[in-house]
């Protein structure tokens, strides 16, 4: 019986041989991604190929680690140590590393992350910003010692001198790279000052412009206050800062030209055609103004003002008439109520009463008088202003005080600018109007 081995005992002298065995302490597989289901902490699926599967253990700081997304199918490099379970007697790979096979692993981590970024709407149209046609003051965001800011100065000063470059000397390549740009971005925005900004470097290989293909800086510009232009490597070089940023342009020249829009040439012939038409707009009014003062001068109203206040004299008379009237009958009436409680006073014997009576109704027609009066003296003043104020218009009136009108083909002239030498004119004066021809206008 001692020849037999216990299940147990195998397993222990089985795991043995795996933890010892150099060739099993580090193991480098290629395999398909299976059974994957992304657990809160650490990963547990399978790797496989057409004839073979083993069971994958990875632990939640790997797994964090990882810079791309692992999904189910995908076909990965790992490295790793295998180890035996003892009591379910099954081995597994414990992966210390993963990569994607095939395609690098910053193309992969590109791709999913812009989808990602893509499906949470940040580089949807709706988002951009339009950037300003006439700019003061651009911020730049880069290398002081590369070619970028040396090519954007140079066109902007060409296109449009005077407008201010504000250099944020910024890294744009390396460890760090990422958090520069992200600082950058943030002091640019917290000044009132800048109208754009420009983000770029020289051309490299994913790897040098990684740093523009970071989330942290992807979600910068997507936040941004200020319009952001980006201008990351050559025109070939596509980075997730330039999907996300209002504007692209493939070299710095381009993002120059793309932040002065409008040339100094061009704004002056903006502005040239725009005072003509202003002036051009302006004299159409004036013109327009001028006919309508002509009609109105030339109106009956202006000619006879008489007529502007024959209703309002009409209606005042009948207002009188009215009045008076009015007055006349309760003044009847209160004269008749007297004279019959008078004798009825008389007939009962009552002097006394019959004289505070009389002191009454005599203080009554005393207050109704006066009401009276005051509103008749109120109405008379109110017609007297408007009468004397309509008939300052009467021009007849005006001439009999000694003045004199003159006319030009029925208008009124108001200024010598309005005849020339040689033209007739029309003087009207108190008795007659005079044809007079004009020697001289100064």
């Given at each position: 019986m001692s020849d037999y081995l216990s299940v147990s005992h195998?397993?222990?002298?089985?795991?043995?041989?795996?933890?010892?065995?150099?060739?099993?302490?580090?193991?480098?597989?290629?395999?398909q991604v299976s059974n994957f289901r992304k657990r809160p902490t650490h990963q547990y699926f399978s790797l496989k190929d057409d004839k073979a599967v083993i069971q994958a253990t990875m632990w939640a700081g790997i797994f964090k680690a990882l810079p791309f997304d692992l999904e189910e199918g995908m076909k990965i490099n790992v490295i790793g140590r295998i180890q035996l379970y003892e009591p379910s007697g099954t081995y597994s790979i414990i992966i210390e590393k993963a990569e994607p096979d095939g395609i690098g692993a910053l193309a992969l981590q590109f791709e999913q992350l812009k989808k990602k970024l893509a499906e949470a709407g940040y580089f949807d149209q709706r988002?951009?910003?339009?950037?300003?046609?006439?700019?003061?003051?651009?911020?730049?965001?880069?290398?002081?010692?590369?070619?970028?800011?040396?090519?954007?100065?140079?066109?902007?000063?060409?296109?449009?001198?005077?407008?201010?470059?504000?250099?944020?000397?910024t890294k744009v390549q390396g460890a760090g790279a990422a958090e520069d740009v992200v600082r950058n971005l943030a002091l640019a925005n917290q000044r009132d000052d800048l109208d754009l900004l420009i983000v770029g470097r020289g051309g490299g290989s994913i790897?040098?412009?990684?740093?523009?293909?970071?989330?942290?800086?992807?979600?910068?510009?997507?936040?941004?206050?200020?319009?952001?232009?980006?201008?990351?490597?050559?025109?070939?070089?596509?980075?997730?800062?330039?999907?996300?940023?209002?504007?692209?342009?493939?070299?710095?020249?381009?993002?120059?030209?793309?932040?002065?829009?409008?040339?100094?040439?061009?704004?002056?012939?903006?502005?040239?055609?725009?005072?003509?038409?202003?002036?051009?707009?302006?004299?159409?009014?004036?013109?327009?103004?001028?006919?309508?003062?002509d009609k109105i001068?030339?109106?009956?109203?202006?000619?006879?003002?008489?007529?502007?206040?024959?209703?309002?004299?009409?209606?005042?008379?009948r207002l009188t008439m009215n009045i008076r009237h009015q007055m006349e009958q309760r003044l009847s009436k209160a004269q008749s109520d007297v004279t019959r409680l008078h004798a009825s006073l008389q007939a009962q014997d009552m002097a006394g009463q019959i004289q505070r009576f009389q002191d009454q109704v005599a203080a009554l027609e005393r207050?109704?008088?006066?009401?009276?009066?005051?509103?008749?003296?109120?109405?008379?003043?109110?017609?007297?202003?408007a009468q004397d104020a309509l008939l300052s218009l009467d021009t007849s009136r005006i001439i009999s005080r000694g003045y004199a009108m003159v006319q030009k083909d029925s208008k009124i002239i108001q200024s010598v600018k309005d005849v020339t030498v040689g033209e007739e004119v029309t003087v009207l004066m108190q008795d007659g109007q005079l044809l007079v021809e004009v020697k001289d206008a100064k």
């Amino acid at each position: 019986m001692s020849d037999y081995l216990s299940v147990s005992h195998l397993t222990k002298y089985l795991k043995l041989k795996f933890d010892r065995d150099p060739y099993l302490e580090r193991v480098y597989l290629t395999g398909q991604v299976s059974n994957f289901r992304k657990r809160p902490t650490h990963q547990y699926f399978s790797l496989k190929d057409d004839k073979a599967v083993i069971q994958a253990t990875m632990w939640a700081g790997i797994f964090k680690a990882l810079p791309f997304d692992l999904e189910e199918g995908m076909k990965i490099n790992v490295i790793g140590r295998i180890q035996l379970y003892e009591p379910s007697g099954t081995y597994s790979i414990i992966i210390e590393k993963a990569e994607p096979d095939g395609i690098g692993a910053l193309a992969l981590q590109f791709e999913q992350l812009k989808k990602k970024l893509a499906e949470a709407g940040y580089f949807d149209q709706r988002h951009k910003q339009s950037l300003p046609q006439f700019a003061k003051k651009i911020g730049v965001l880069t290398s002081p010692s590369g070619a970028v800011i040396r090519d954007i100065i140079t066109t902007v000063s060409r296109r449009f001198p005077g407008v201010e470059i504000l250099l944020f000397p910024t890294k744009v390549q390396g460890a760090g790279a990422a958090e520069d740009v992200v600082r950058n971005l943030a002091l640019a925005n917290q000044r009132d000052d800048l109208d754009l900004l420009i983000v770029g470097r020289g051309g490299g290989s994913i790897e040098d412009l990684w740093a523009f293909n970071e989330e942290i800086v992807v979600q910068a510009i997507f936040e941004s206050r200020l319009p952001v232009i980006s201008s990351v490597g050559h025109e070939t070089d596509t980075t997730l800062a330039d999907f996300v940023a209002d504007s692209r342009a493939a070299t710095p020249t381009a993002a120059a030209e793309l932040a002065t829009p409008v040339t100094k040439a061009d704004l002056l012939n903006f502005l040239q055609d725009r005072q003509l038409r202003f002036y051009q707009a302006l004299m159409r009014l004036v013109n327009l103004r001028r006919e309508r003062l002509d009609k109105i001068t030339q109106s009956v109203i202006f000619r006879q003002p008489a007529r502007l206040y024959d209703a309002y004299v009409q209606s005042l008379d009948r207002l009188t008439m009215n009045i008076r009237h009015q007055m006349e009958q309760r003044l009847s009436k209160a004269q008749s109520d007297v004279t019959r409680l008078h004798a009825s006073l008389q007939a009962q014997d009552m002097a006394g009463q019959i004289q505070r009576f009389q002191d009454q109704v005599a203080a009554l027609e005393r207050l109704l008088l006066s009401q009276t009066k005051t509103a008749f003296e109120r109405q008379q003043t109110r017609f007297d202003r408007a009468q004397d104020a309509l008939l300052s218009l009467d021009t007849s009136r005006i001439i009999s005080r000694g003045y004199a009108m003159v006319q030009k083909d029925s208008k009124i002239i108001q200024s010598v600018k309005d005849v020339t030498v040689g033209e007739e004119v029309t003087v009207l004066m108190q008795d007659g109007q005079l044809l007079v021809e004009v020697k001289d206008a100064k």
